[in-house]
């Protein structure tokens, strides 16, 4: 056990010029977390900022750029060159954006006018009546060829222009609304209609042809600009990627900045950081400053703020790799107040132990150390988002392959260790046996029921550990935050904790043939005496008035439900952990079901054997992904339930660190 990291209490005072530079460090070092404040900085760098990161991210979805949701290790704040190259993709992009796109709409503009040109295309009715019955308005005439390109700019969308086979005869078609559109840009490019004779029938042939050509063209154009598309994908998507990282970092800083308060030359700004890296902090701020930088550090019992209890100082862990893969089970339900006992190491510790108890296989243990190494930060990036379960999963695959020697039991087999483990019992008691440690009575080995009532004793052992434990913590949390009431007079103080131990001493004395004795009433009297007087005698000791707070009978009341919760807490804290047994029993049953049905089915021929396998294979999936499952929760359970609510009263702040990286 070991107490959080101590905690100073920052305050910096930095130029402007400086202050891009001094948050870019801090953020890599992930040193500080700052106190809230009022800003009074300039919101208009965020905003100019934020329409740079839109135009780059939409140049990366149009160009199907994965943008990473983490920050690269090599990061600064952009300068002016990024900034000149930010606006060179940006511009290619919009232009290559903006010619595939009027392509693509003058595409569907022709698509849409030759699907209603060819539904007209085989009527038997003259040229100037189909007007009539379609929802275009068409006009055949001369247009001079150098006027095309210039019609269809004016046009836009609203309008197709069809060469008619060879010369310089059109079809123009539009929608029925914007035929005087339509027929005033005509007059303008000097357009000359066509009498269509009265026996020219249907939509000429050549109007056809010439939309289906102007199609393809069009589609060889979006494909040209596709390359073109590919090719910048290619040569900017490192460059893409590393501008948005680089943009994101400074609209950080930025919002960060418009946070804290500021003068006309200066920022000034505070928060917490951990005592241990202060003074190297402090160093490289000045370094990167030219000594232009003002710090002052304060203890946390100097801040007025800590010191009325408004305000409590965030906490920070500073474990190894084992013990640090634990802190998710123990922020998960609250973090510690600052001072106390940090109780992640006897987590780990008891996590391991209890899920291995429970969950004892060589061959299953070893897929959770597999997997374990699999999600690793070492490990394929496909498993990158399970990370923070890999040392878990190690320990408590190594526990389970510990727990499946004693056992005996490989992939629910349970005859593989048989001759080995006879030879190495031999050597050492010179009594062979086929397994270290019998759960399962079986009525061919003898004792292997009085075995198995020895293995759930040693669960309510380690559930007697755990509880000690958690109420040793508590004592010596309320001594260091000086809270001697609940510190000595309490249920969960040392008034309980001696009546637990005493309880517990009298009962392994009769279980071993003893026998209640006259000072055992006194040694559970004393106990039950000072928790329930424990509010008064506290007011005698520190001269409150009056003794009885709330009246006798309130008192009396409140005392006697008090120890009573206290005898129903520990009975049923302590018997708890036969679940720990319980579950170690079931999954023997489930192993050995597994593996009886098996080795059936493989004495049965060939057909018999491939299901003896698929069963073995099944079997061992179900009970590595399910009761895998179900043992986790209940170790959680056993922590949350009857280890944390020993001293987990009130809890603190976890320290979270300004950081570009998650």
């Known amino acids: 056990m070991i107490r959080p990291r101590k905690m100073k209490f920052i ?12 948050l870019e460090y801090l953020g890599k070092q992930s040193a500080i977390q700052f106190l809230e404040e009022d800003g009074t900085g300039d919101n208009a760098s965020v905003t100019r900022i934020r329409q740079v990161i839109g135009r780059l991210t939409d140049a990366a979805v149009f160009l199907g750029v994965e943008l990473p949701s983490e920050t690269s290790e090599t990061f600064s704040v952009p300068g002016s060159a990024e900034t000149a190259l930010a606006e060179k993709i940006c511009s290619v992009v919009d232009n290559l954006k903006e010619r595939i796109t009027k392509l693509e709409q003058e595409k ?80 303008k490019f000097s357009f000359e209609p066509i009498a269509v004779p009265k ?94 930088a003002a710090i002052r550090t304060y203890s946390p019992e100097e801040i007025p703020s800590v010191k009325d209890g408004s305000e409590k100082v965030p906490v920070s862990m500073k474990h190894g790799t084992f013990v640090k893969g634990f802190e998710g089970v123990v922020f998960s339900y609250g973090a510690p107040l600052y001072g106390t006992i940090d109780p992640t190491p006897l987590v780990a510790i008891f996590f391991t132990i209890l899920f291995g108890l429970m969950f004892g296989d060589i061959g299953q243990g070893l897929v959770l150390l597999i997997i374990g190494f699999l999600t690793s930060a070492k490990g394929p990036k496909v498993f990158s988002k399970f990370k923070s379960y890999s040392v878990p999963l190690v320990s408590v695959g190594i526990a389970s392959m510990v727990m499946g020697v004693l ?52 669960t309510v052992g380690i559930g007697v550990i755990l509880n000690s434990a958690g109420l040793l913590i508590n004592i010596i949390n309320r001594c260091i935050l000086k809270k001697y009431e609940a510190a000595f007079f309490s249920k969960t103080g040392l008034a309980g904790l001696l009546m637990f131990w005493y309880a517990l001493f009298i009962a392994l004395r009769v279980i071993f043939g003893g026998r209640f004795k006259w000072f055992d009433f006194l040694g559970l009297l004393i106990p039950v005496f000072c928790i329930f007087f424990g509010p008064v005698i506290w007011r005698i000791i520190s001269r409150e008035k009056p003794v009885l707070e709330h009246g006798l009978m309130t008192f009396i009341m409140e005392g006697f439900v008090e120890v009573l919760e206290t005898v129903s807490t520990y009975i049923s804290n302590t018997v708890s952990f036969l679940r720990v047994g319980a579950f170690a029993l079931s999954h023997a049953v489930l192993s050995f079901i597994v593996f009886r049905f098996s080795e059936a089915l493989a004495n049965s021929g060939i057909a018999g054997s491939a299901m003896a396998v698929l069963i073995m294979i099944l079997g061992n999936i179900i009970i590595i992904v399910l009761e895998g499952m179900i043992v986790a929760i209940q170790v959680v359970r056993l922590q949350y339930y009857e280890f944390f609510n020993k001293f987990f009263v009130e809890t603190g702040v976890e320290f979270a660190p300004f950081r570009f990286k998650k």
């Open 108 to 187: 569907n503009q022709i698509r849409d006018t030759f699907n209603e040109v060819q539904a007209f295309s085989k009527m038997n009715m003259p040229f100037s009546e189909l007007e009539q019955l379609s929802y275009l308005t068409l006009r055949l005439g001369r247009l001079d060829v150098k006027n095309h390109s210039a019609l269809r700019e004016e046009l836009g969308d609203r309008a197709v222009i069809i060469p008619i086979g060879e010369g310089n005869r059109v079809l123009a078609a539009s929608s029925k609304k914007g035929r005087f559109a339509l027929d005033s840009s005509l007059k």
């Open 199 to 292: 026996d020219n029938m249907g939509v000429p042939a050549e109007m056809l042809v010439s939309l289906e050509e102007q199609r393809r063209k069009l589609e060889e154009k979006i494909e040209v600009i596709n390359v073109e598309k590919e090719q910048i994908r290619k040569s900017e998507e490192l460059n893409i990627k590393q501008l948005v990282f680089l943009w994101n970092t400074a609209l950080i800083i930025e919002v960060i900045k418009s946070k804290f308060t500021a003068t006309e030359s200066f920022y000034h700004f505070s928060g917490w950081i951990p005592a241990d890296i202060a003074l190297e902090t402090a160093r490289g701020l000045l370094e990167i400053t030219g000594g232009r």
């Open 407 to 458: 056992t005996g039991s490989i992939f629910t087999r349970e005859d593989l260790l048989i001759a080995p483990t006879r030879f190495i019992t031999t050597v050492i008691t010179g009594n062979p046996v086929d397994r270290f440690l019998h759960i399962m009575p079986m009525a061919s080995e003898g004792g292997s029921l009085q075995k198995m009532l020895f293995f759930f004793g040693f």
């Open 11 to 22: 305050e910096l005072t930095v130029f402007k010029n400086d202050m891009d530079r001094v």
